[in-house]
């Protein structure tokens, strides 16, 4: 039997262990061996990757990143956006096609360098509207193809600009499903199409036509939020679509009472419905600890990397996970762990709903036999350590054969 072992790791920060790696899976772990290299997964045979005693933690999984929205390994550039989402939309519509780079090399790119920080699972936004038809959707197509040995990624038809406001938009968006876009995309019903009977009905009805999930931007505050996460939430169940509706960001839901938290948690719970933070600052937070004990699943993601909305991200979901653990409070080492769940096997319970969810903030799956081989080892003296020093000696493997080393290619 052809095997990877991995020699000398920690899974999630325990004892050293010899890894063995078959078929895409772990299929055995032992105890390691002494120095000399005679553990008895080592003598298995195959290729063997020295841990060296770092860590062995789940891979990344980045469940809201806009690979087209990136001006990573391009000079900085001073920020330019109007408040407001549809002002943001409007400075990227006037500045992406001017970038140093094409769209294709800024995607492949920003997939690259994702994929060498530890990302081997991915759902990213390809922006679909009148303005750049699908020319992005075909360079997340693209990027998604050059590394397709290297990293899982689904792709998420986004209409950026609303489904109502400009003449053709949902067709466009149709069109992009028809050519191989994974997800259905939504954003903010009522603030921005200002018909969420209409926009939903659209949503919901491609993704029932071609038998796909949903993710849905949502920034709405308050009352209004709640609002549209009910008529979300009423159509998951009459569609019976459980397990694969997310709501992203929806930030502004969890500040307006205590009872509209725990309504919104029990049926998010019920109905299986998922939800993705990129850990935003400000004094709108998930309740992370609630949600997990709930069983609700989430994720983390980068949303755009230094682009025209923002000059934030950087590729590194590590360091992404930090900023979750910090915009939380979180000092305790099971709540920096638990940050550190929900950036890997959290992401992936999204991307798949076979995967089972976090069970609760001392839940670390993702290094047990017969788990998938999507796994980072990185450096650190504890988990803690790992996310408070997010160290760049990493060793990314997907599906079983390292796919990048101290932040490069293999």
């Known amino acids: ?30 105890a390691s061996g002494s120095d000399s290299g005679q553990g008895p997964a080592a003598q298995l045979g195959g290729v063997v990757v020295e841990g060296r005693g770092r860590l ?25 956006g109007a408040p407001g989402v549809w002002g943001m939309m409007m400075n990227d519509r006037n500045n992406w096609r001017d970038a140093e780079a ?6 492949e790119t920003t997939l690259r360098m994702m994929i060498e920080r530890g990302t081997t699972r991915v759902r990213g936004y390809a922006q679909v509207d009148m303005d750049c038809g699908l020319e992005r959707f075909e360079a997340v197509a693209a990027a998604r193809e050059t590394h ?44 921005l199409d200002r018909d969420p009977v209409r ?44 397990g694969n509706v997310t709501i992203s960001h929806g930030y502004p839901l969890w500040g307006v009472s205590e009872a509209h938290t725990r309504r919104l948690i029990e049926t998010w719970a019920e109905l299986d419905i998922s939800t993705a933070t990129v850990a935003p600052g400000g004094r709108y937070q998930l309740p992370l600890a609630d949600l997990v004990a709930a069983g609700v699943r989430v994720g983390l993601g980068e949303d755009g990397q230094r682009d025209y909305w923002s000059p934030y991200g950087n590729a590194d979901l590590l360091d992404r996970t930090w900023q979750l653990a910090f915009a939380n409070g979180f000092r305790a080492d099971d709540l ?39 796994l980072v080892i990185v450096e650190g003296e504890c988990v803690s350590a790992a996310v408070m020093d997010r160290s760049l000696d990493r060793t990314v493997i997907h599906r079983g054969r390292v796919v990048a080393d101290q932040l490069q290619l293999v």
Not at 5 to 10: H, I, K, P, S
Not at 348 to 371: C, E, K, M, N, Q
Request: charged residues 20%; contains cysteine; aromatic residues 4%.
């Open 102 to 107: 094409s769209m294709g090399e800024r995607t």
């Open 336 to 374: 920096l762990g638990h940050a550190l769940a929900i950036a890997t096997v959290g992401g992936a319970s999204i991307l798949d709903p076979s995967v089972p969810r976090l069970a609760s903030t001392a839940d670390r799956p993702g290094t047990a036999v017969g788990d998938p081989a999507e």
């Open 199 to 242: 926009h939903l009905d659209i949503v919901f009805g491609l993704a029932e036509k071609y038998q796909v999930p949903i993710d849905i931007h949502l920034h709405e505050p308050g009352e209004l939020g709640h609002f549209s996460a009910d008529l979300i939430a009423e159509r998951t169940k009459a569609l019976g679509m459980q």
């Open 148 to 191: 397709k040995d290297r990293a899982e990624v689904k792709i998420i038809a986004f209409p950026q600009a609303g489904l109502l406001l400009e003449d053709g938009s949902a067709a466009l968006i149709e069109e992009a499903l028809k050519n191989g876009a994974d997800v259905m995309g939504g954003i903010d019903p009522c603030t």
């Open 56 to 80: 062995l933690i789940p891979s990344f999984s980045d469940v809201h990143v806009h690979l087209d929205s990136t001006r990573l390994g391009l000079p900085f550039r001073e920020h330019t």
């Open 1 to 30: 039997m052809s095997s990877t072992v991995l020699r000398q790791v920690r899974p999630w920060g325990g004892e050293l262990s010899d890894v063995v790696l078959a078929d895409g899976r772990i299929a055995a772990i032992t």
